[in-house]
């Protein structure tokens, strides 16, 4: 037989010689890809039909099962929420491995209906990373606090007198008070000064504890489409309690519009209207101004005072590391004013604060996030879109961080009379990566202003024992409880 090559081959004989060519590429390609799906999805349960993994998780305390789970699967495990394919993450390393490493890629939020039902895809809090406009929403949204924080901080430390006045020499549960000085604090910071709006004051905090006690109770409808259509009437409620506070937000942003003065900027939603004016109105269209300053209420508001509302109680269970805050106060401070800028002079205080939000583990899940793209995590296989749940008390219970981690003890975050730079890179209450809570450096600062004007003038003391289990939701709150504030003069 002649042999011959490709040079010597007429036009009919290319293009069947091309169609091997191209048999063989398609046929390698194959083998990649089936090479990279061999590439698995991370281990977990099993998982029942329709409810998938839901009756394995305690209701009182499904982050302690996922914890314990963790223990026979790994840190990065794999399970069903409903019908809903589920990635847990576990512990600080992993969860930076994820949030950190691959914070683009796990940027994403998912599409739920309670999101979508809050946000109409416009607020920043429950859209993902990938979606048009979001890192310059989040600049803004960033650039907008930063306006009012200063005056929102002042706020909080006369509040936080207010309340310590209000406590004084009284026996009382302090929790619905506390709820009210904190409304103040960041109504007047999204809306405007709360005396001159009373009425709108008080309907719009209704309306915002109602769409977070709906999202806290209603969560499972999310993940069981079946419920949904058997529990109606709960998903129509919260419906309509977002529309509701909607409405409320349109009343005042009109408001906000009428008495615009751009060098008179007194809140939240003045500074988002001015950024829209001078950085052109595209990127913060009125939705996604109304939206912007519901995230800030919605997420900022629960989570403050109920963390306050545990610093109390912990100050009255441990009233030795209560003496050792208020030495502190004392020496510092040596009886005048409070200010933000004490805070870093004050580790004792912030110690105490942290070791607050470990031990009650306030939040015990991050914002639910999803993957943008396939990606992998720990040689294991993770398909674009998979929701992300970001189990937070791990963190909190890692030995490796934190050694007798039940143990209620601050000094774990002292280091040579300093805070402990390496635990409390490791500690993320609020997050991690892209996604960290826009409100962090606010919130903090809050519980410290409140924290500090509260033991300087009283002593906590507790009234009866104390059940400290909390209920459990998105954030933890604790159970009745009754505290008596001594004056300490
Ligand atoms: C110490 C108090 C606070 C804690 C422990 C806390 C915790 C968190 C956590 C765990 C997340 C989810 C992060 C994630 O999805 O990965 C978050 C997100 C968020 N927080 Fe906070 N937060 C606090 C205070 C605040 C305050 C005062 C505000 C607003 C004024 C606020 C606004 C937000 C917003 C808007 C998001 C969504 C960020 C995004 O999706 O990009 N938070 N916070």
Known sequence: ???????????????GSSTVYLVIITALLCIVNSIVKKTPLPPGPWNFPVVGSLPWLSINSPHKTLYNMAKTYGNAFYLKFGSIPTLVLNEY??????????????????????????????????????????????????????????????LASEEARNLAEMFTDNTLDPREQV?????????????????KNLDHFHKMINAVLKVLELHNTGNFLNFIPLARTIFKKRERELKETCDKMMDMTKISEEKHLAEYNRDKIEDAMDALIKIGIDEGRSPLERDRILHTVQDFIGAGLDITYISINWCLQYMAKYPNFQKLVQDEIDQVLEGRPVTPLDQPSMPKTMSFIYE????????????????????????????????????????????????????????????N????????????????GRRRCVGEKLGKTE?????????????????????????FGLVQKPKPFQLNFASRK
């Open 1 to 15: 037989m002649e042999a011959y090559s490709l040079f010597d081959m007429n036009v009919g004989e290319m293009v």
């Open 93 to 154: 390393q992993t969860i930076h491995d994820a949030l950190v490493d691959k914070s683009e890629d796990f940027s994403g939020r998912p599409d739920l209906f309670s999101f979508e039902y809050a946000s109409e895809g416009k607020s920043m809090s429950f859209t993902g990373c990938n979606r048009r406009f979001w890192k310059l929403h989040r600049r803004l949204a960033e650039k907008s606090l930063k306006t009012v924080m200063e005056s929102t901080l002042n």
């Open 179 to 195: 709820l009210w000085s904190m409304a103040k604090v960041k109504y007047t910071l999204c809306y405007g000064n709360y005396k």
């Open 356 to 415: 607050v939000l470990r031990h009650a583990c306030v939040v015990p899940f991050a914002l639910p996030h999803s993957t943008v793209r396939d990606t992998t995590l720990q040689g294991y296989r993770i398909p674009k879109d998979t929701f992300v749940l970001v189990n937070l008390f791990s963190m909190t219970r890692d030995i490796k961080v934190f050694p007798e981690p039940e143990v209620f003890n601050p000094n774990r975050f002292i280091d």
């Open 417 to 432: 009379g300093n805070l402990n730079a390496d635990v409390l890179n490791r500690f993320i209450p609020c997050g991690i």
């Open 447 to 471: 519980l410290f202003l409140y924290v500090v004007n509260i033991l300087q003038k009283l002593n906590v003391n507790q009234v009866s024992e104390i059940n400290s289990t909390p209920i």
